[in-house]
T-cell receptor, first 113, second 114 residues
Framework: GENVEQHPSTLSVQEGDSAVIKCTYSDSASNYFPWYKQELGKGPQLIIDIRSNVGEKKDQRIAVTLNKTAKHFSLHITETQPEDSAVYFCAAVSPTGANNLFFGTGTRLTVIP | DSGVTQTPKHLITATGQRVTLRCSPRSGDLSVYWYQQSLDQGLQFLIQYYNGEERAKGNILERFSAQQFPDLHSELNLSSLELGDSALYFC?????????????FGQGTRLTVV
């Protein structure tokens, strides 16, 4: 099945700086890549997603890029704010799999005021 | 608030026991997914129901079962509980049956097996 690797596991940035989280996937048939933000005591919240027919997608301070050839995708957060502090998960969906989300292991982002 | 409701929020039970976790999807969502989140395994897909029928099955143990009722709420039953079953259990819902569509997660049920 699909295997998603996520790096780094922890990331600390100064407020206002950018943060980048990277993921790789193994199944070249995977075609949907969402990113989730999980705050303490809450469930994962979808923040942005990208499909395999698109190379980049942006939503205000958040952007995601996808490189299908290299099988990796990245989350970029610009002008970080303390409220961006959370655990971020990438995920991939493979149509050849069991129709489920394969999650990365998460990145704990801390934005230092 | 995602609109997905899970009860209870916390559950403490002994090994060997059986528990039921409940999930109410967002209004209008027909698809319900169950996930387990543990420190060593991360977020793992367990099972999906769509409009009352099982649609996909992931890493769900035989001791676990689920169902979706006519009113679309879902229950996850965990039996013969072991210490290793201690985890956060999340329910998510979406309108369509395909997983490559926006899914909304509930706040989870924290299960502690002692």
């Amino acid at each position: 099945g699909e295997n998603v690797e996520q790096h780094p596991s922890t990331l600390s940035v100064q407020e206002g700086d950018s943060a980048v989280i990277k993921c790789t996937y193994s199944d070249s048939a995977s075609n949907y890549f969402p990113w989730y933000k999980q705050e303490l005591g809450k469930g994962p919240q979808l923040i942005i997603d990208i499909r395999s027919n698109v190379g980049e997608k942006k939503d205000q301070r958040i952007a995601v890029t996808l490189n299908k050839t290299a099988k990796h995708f990245s989350l970029h957060i610009t002008e970080t704010q303390p409220e961006d502090s959370a655990v971020y998960f990438c995920a991939a969906v493979s149509p050849t799999g069991a129709n489920n989300l394969f999650f990365g292991t998460g990145t704990r982002l801390t934005v230092i005021p | 608030d995602s609109g997905v409701t899970q009860t209870p929020k916390h559950l403490i039970t002994a090994t060997g026991q059986r528990v039921t976790l409940r999930c109410s999807p967002r209004s209008g969502d027909l698809s319900v997914y169950w996930y387990q989140q543990s420190l060593d395994q991360g977020l793992q897909f367990l099972i999906q129901y769509y409009n009352g029928e099982e649609r996909a099955k992931g890493n769900i143990l035989e001791r676990f079962s689920a169902q979706q009722f006519p009113d679309l709420h879902s229950e996850l039953n965990l039996s013969s509980l072991e210490l290793g079953d201690s985890a956060l259990y999340f329910c998510a819902s979406s309108v369509r049956p395909e997983i490559n569509t926006e899914a909304f997660f509930g706040q989870g049920t924290r299960l502690t097996v002692v």
